[in-house]
Nanobody
């Protein structure tokens, strides 16, 4: 239900933009964001939007910008000044309520994109 795109190979200092769009039955997005997992490491949060509040990890502050559109169910991540340590598989993430009933009951559903590889060469 989440389709991500935009990964690729870029040199140090380059830029990429990741996009992700949700499809299916979604009443409300509580959280939209991006996570990443580098080889041999745990998945970590990169940037999120939670009910309009923006957060990003210290390692990407000033370089990455997250934007989201709840009306279209999409989230993007602009990445500038990329570094080799940014190399990872990037996953988009949504925490949603599928219906008004679920919203009133507080029943959240977590959705993950299929992952898109970002490789930064030195």
């Amino acid at each position: 239900q989440l389709q991500a795109s935009g990964g690729g190979l870029v040199q140090t200092g380059g830029s990429l933009r990741l996009s992700c769009t949700a499809s299916g039955l979604i009443f409300n997005q509580n959280i939209m964001g991006w996570y990443r997992q580098a080889p041999g490491k745990q998945r970590e949060s990169v940037a999120t939007i939670t009910s309009g509040t923006f957060e990003s990890s210290d390692s990407v502050k000033g370089r990455f910008t997250i934007s989201g559109d709840t009306a279209s169910g999409s989230v993007s991540l602009g990445m500038n000044n990329l570094r080799p340590e940014d190399t990872a598989v990037y996953y988009c993430y949504f925490q949603v309520f599928s219906s008004l009933y679920d919203y009133r009951k507080g029943r959240r559903k977590e959705l993950w994109g299929q992952g898109t590889l970002v490789t930064v060469s030195s």
